[in-house]
């Protein structure tokens, strides 16, 4: 795993640095990040929040390689995805990094142990089984391995994606409004296994939600506002979310 550390040892998963995003062209182009500069904690959980249109999900997108910055770099570990071409971006996203978005992207005709395991076999790796074992008991599937998702509920495939980002002991797993399409029980599951994750396992989560509840179990919220980092939390709580956001227009 290929991470830098900063002058006070504390490692540093990601970094983007003097971040500018722009959408569209001249006079009518969207500042949708604004020279942001901020890193991203090894084995500890970000949340990203801030009103519709501050930039966050386009922050962690770009973080995640999923779109590119007009000026600026992004570094994951001390890899500069910034100059990366398509190819090695791939690479990259198979095999450093983790997803899980609010749509769940499972193949409909693969069970939910085929779905989990497949970003190993696109890479021509396969599952070690005690680490498969130990993921699918975290997001309590054991049960469910033969099923596919039109036969789980909704929070079940939610946590399928969970088990598939984690599957290849992703340096980063970037979450974006994972809790978006859940139900309060299943969004408590999720996150109580991301927490787990991070907790037991020493893995790094960036996590975009609108949620307080959510943001809640975070190491540390970065709130966004008109494409900049306008304030941060840590050890926070829903309350004390729910006040800064109040702050922020939200």
């Known amino acids: 795993m290929s991470m830098v550390k900063s002058p006070s040892g504390v490692r540093t998963a990601a970094r ?19 020279n942001v500069s901020v890193e991203f904690q090894g084995a500890a959980f970000t949340a990203i929040m801030g009103p519709s249109g501050s930039g966050k999900s386009t922050l962690l997108h770009c973080l995640a390689g999923l ?9 994951i570990g001390d890899t500069d995805v910034s100059r990366l071409n398509d190819a090695d971006l791939t690479l990259l996203r198979r095999n450093r990094l983790g997803f899980i978005f609010q749509s769940y992207n499972l193949v409909p005709t693969l069970t939910a142990e ?21 993921v699918v008991t975290a997001v309590g599937l ?10 789980l509920s909704g929070g079940q495939q939610q946590r399928v994606a ?20 859940l139900d309060s029980r299943s969004s408590a599951d999720l996150l109580r296994f991301l927490r787990h994750a991070v907790d037991e396992y020493g893995q790094t989560i960036v996590m975009v939600t609108h949620d307080a509840v959510a943001a809640g179990y975070a190491d540390r ?21 729910l006040d800064a956001m109040k702050g922020l227009g939200e």
């Open 114 to 134: 085929e779905n989990i395991v497949l970003p190993l076999r696109l890479g021509g790796r396969k599952a070690d089984p005690q680490w498969l074992a130990q």
């Open 67 to 75: 779109d590119t910055l007009t000026e600026g770099q992004v570094l």
């Open 142 to 151: 054991a049960d469910r391995l033969h099923h596919t998702p039109a036969e």
């Open 162 to 181: 969970a088990a598939r980002a984690l599957i290849s002991r992703p340096e980063i797993v970037f979450a974006d409004e994972p809790t978006g399409a």
């Open 221 to 241: 919220v970065l709130f966004l506002r008109d494409g900049r980092v306008v304030d941060e939390m840590t050890e926070p709580t829903a309350d004390r979310i």
């Open 16 to 34: 983007v640095v003097n971040a500018t995003k722009l959408y569209g062209r001249a006079d009518s182009a969207v500042r949708a990040l604004d």
